[in-house]
């Protein structure tokens, strides 16, 4: 991955390199939050899905060679939501009318026109499910301090409303492995980073967010790859397949296989209708769908056995979908 990520990143900048446009081009390179497993993690605590550093913080490399100096430690928080007022400051335009952003340009910091602000809080909120519930896995994050709020709550749907918050304060300025919580010592700056948290909670959850759906059928959509680890509908622990907007046509359902996979059937489930038939040895079979906006679920059950479990060693999960008429 290493290899392929620095290969890749070598053909963007040479491409630029040949149009001439390397001096004055942005190039922002950071990743994606914690790790999956235990690894290198340069002494943060806790890992993807943590409210820790080691499942939130990212490197971020920034360079503009004609606009920047090279070389250069920036000590100032940011975030994702940073970036968008930073690129309309690059290129000098205005946000929309009536809009606020979340963020702040982080332009004047790398340019050494502003100091590190010291009333900076950013907001950490990670958990299962589209509907924002009040200290699940939280953290409010300064220049100096740390509040985490029930780490490690990530796959709660909800807290009971009695229970109490399991509160941690850390000092990142001399412990960025979050190992000494001052949550006892430091009442007060407890106190205004859980109000902070509160303040911003009730704007966040305001209106609620409304998920998007897949299009099936229709035009460069066609062919499309469900894949279950996009999948984020479950029950009893079933995948519950996807939210779809389908365009009513003949189907070809292609449920990848694992080698070795005996024979069995396709089931579809879609519009209150469930349905199945024999697998062609390619692991598809053809459906008639009715057009529609509902919840497709597609999966493989071998012949003589029960529907497979999200987890199960031997379930089977992306699907290809094709219209065929």
Known sequence: MLENMDDNL?????????????????????????????RYNAGLRGLKTWAYEGGIRVPCFVQWPQALEGRKEIDQIA???????????????????????????????????RVVD??????????RGLEPQRYINCAVVTQSYKLVINPGTFGRRRLDSAQVPKIELYDLRSDLAEKHDLSKERLRTVARLKAAYDRWFAVETSPRVEPGVIHLGEGAEDPALLSRYQDGTYQDGYSRGWSVKLTAGRYDLSVKQREGTPRGRVFVSWLGRTESRPAAASGGAVFDLREGKG???????????????????????????????
């Open 10 to 38: 070598g053909r963007l900048l040479t491409r630029l390199d040949q149009l001439g446009l390397r001096d004055n081009t942005l190039v922002v390179f950071l990743s994606d939050n914690g790790l999956a497993q235990e």
């Open 79 to 113: 975030a994702h939501v940073d970036f968008f007022p930073t690129i309309l400051d690059v290129c000098q335009l205005d946000p929309p009318e009536n809009v606020k952003l979340d963020g702040t340009s982080l332009l004047p910091f790398w340019r050494g026109q």
């Open 118 to 127: 010291q009333n900076r809080e950013v907001f950490i909120q990670c958990h």
């Open 295 to 325: 919840l497709l679920d597609v999966w493989w059950q071998t012949d003589g056995e029960t529907r497979k479990r999200i987890g199960d060693s031997s379930a089977i999960g992306d699907v290809m979908v094709r219209r065929l008429e």
